[in-house]
């Protein structure tokens, strides 16, 4: 079937580091792809999403880059903090507004 | 907070009765989407709504499940003779349109 995965379950880092969390996916006909963070106990909170028709968007932090031709997915988030610590999945649409596909998630760890 | 509210928050149940959920969504959303989370994996969906019709259903939503929104606003999801098999977060989003989905807080069922 088709499936959003992860390439690591955990990472584990330092505050003020950089961190990079990747997600490949096998469905080359993805339109959109978003990336959630989720804390426990919490419902997914939306981070970051991005269209097939651009490679690389920026937030407040956070910038996320699509890769079409390997199928890749990454999340850079910067000056890591103990807040963000939490589990982050991409997840992808085929077609904006239906069903969003999730894989398995990255626990980020922080330490200070 | 999102503002999309989820109730009850938690529910143990005894194998073979009934539950159901219910899910307010952002007032003016007019997509609304069910998920079903299981421990260390991402949430799989179930169904969605675009205003009060039904427009698709995971296999994974077998005949025991079912799920309505009656008036275009809130949503139900209710499960029949409950099996220990559907222990899960049940999560609900919504969404305006074909934009990102927001998710509520989910409802945790344990099922003795």
């Known amino acids: 079937g088709e499936s959003v995965g992860l390439h690591l379950p955990t990472l584990s880092v330092q505050e003020g580091d950089n961190s990079i969390i990747n997600c490949a996916y096998s469905n080359s006909a993805s339109d959109y792809f978003i990336w959630y963070k989720q804390e426990s106990g919490k419902g997914p909170q939306f981070i970051i999403d991005?269209?097939?028709?651009?490679d690389k968007r920026q937030g407040q932090r956070v910038t996320v880059l699509l890769n079409k031709t390997v199928k890749h997915l990454s999340l850079q988030i910067a000056a890591t903090q103990p807040g963000d610590s939490a589990v982050y999945f991409c997840a992808e649409n085929v077609q904006a507004g239906t069903a969003l596909i999730f894989g398995k998630g990255t626990t980020l760890s922080v330490s200070s | 907070d999102t503002g999309v509210s989820q109730d009850p928050r938690h529910k143990i149940t005894k194998r073979g009765q009934n539950v159901t959920f219910r899910c307010d969504p952002i007032?003016?959303?007019?997509?609304l989407y069910w998920y079903r989370q299981t421990l260390g994996q991402g949430p799989e969906f179930l169904t969605y709504f675009q205003n009060e019709a039904q427009l698709e259903k995971s296999r994974l939503l077998s005949d025991r499940f079912s799920a309505e929104r009656p008036k275009g606003s809130f949503s139900t999801l209710e499960i029949q003779r409950t099996e220990q098999g559907d222990s899960a977060m049940y999560l609900c989003?919504?969404?305006?349109?074909?934009?990102?989905?927001?998710f509520g807080p989910g409802t945790r069922l344990t099922v003795l």
């Open positions: 007032s003016e959303h007019n997509r």
């Open positions: 989003a919504s969404s305006l349109h074909v934009n990102e989905q927001f």
């Open positions: 991005i269209r097939s028709n651009m």
